[in-house]
């Protein structure tokens, strides 16, 4: 298989699993070098050094930090480790936020702090790591910056209030980055999913209804797998990719039509 990206690498934020850690791999296997940034339980790390091991089998350089993202010391130690102008694509899929509801009667009912902090983490934290690598110019010519949306960005479900209003700020934010940062000849768009399982979705209260109803509105009656995703990542890092700037991207097999 052709390695398009050698001397490339791909950050992403979140990669421990899911949308993440598919992409890592997709990447990897055209030759990109990974930076991933997770958190990761010590039990469940033994499960995540395998999947770096098969990253590396494609001969590229695999670096991972077990941190929080969301701290700027963080932020300081992975640009540090990253190669002036080395990095090919920012990808945003961090998935920490509330999943509480906002019904009065409840007593764990949603606050807003609970929505301040679903905010950072799954919006503005985006921004504030796209500005660090400029900062830095870390970024490569005709770098890419995506991140991962979703169709609850305008629909209500079952504890998706904060997780709703951390998509449509993260939509905003792509928007803007898209005008601003083009005269430094970065793209900037944001993927939409469809219903996948991974591990985030099933903490969603009704995940398993949630996933039924889309699977019976898919028109290809399957829903998303993490690779359709990763598949999309790759090609808007393709040069064939250039101009698309600005845009969500649904991959979801049309299951959004319906």
Known sequence: MKKEFTNKWALILGGSSGLGLATAHKL??????ICIVHRTRKNSMPDFLKETNLLEENGVEVIQFNKDALKEATIK??????????LKVLVHSIAKGSLKTMQAAQLNMLSITDIDLTLHSMATSWYEWTQALISQSIFSENARNIAFTSEGNNKVW???????????????????????????????????AGTT????????????????KAKKRNPFNRLTKPNDVANAVYLLCKDEANWINGTILKVDGGESLQ
């Open 77 to 86: 130690a992975v640009l540090t480790s990253l190669p002036k102008q080395g």
């Open 158 to 192: 079952p504890g998706y209030g904060a997780v709703s209003a951390a998509k449509a700020t993260l939509e905003a934010l792509m928007r803007q980055m898209a005008v601003e940062l083009a005269t430094q000849q970065i793209t900037t768009n944001c993927i939409q």
């Open 197 to 212: 399982l991974t591990p985030s979705f099933k903490m969603i209260p009704g995940s398993e209804k949630l996933s039924e």
């Open 28 to 33: 990897a296997v055209h030759g990109m070098n």
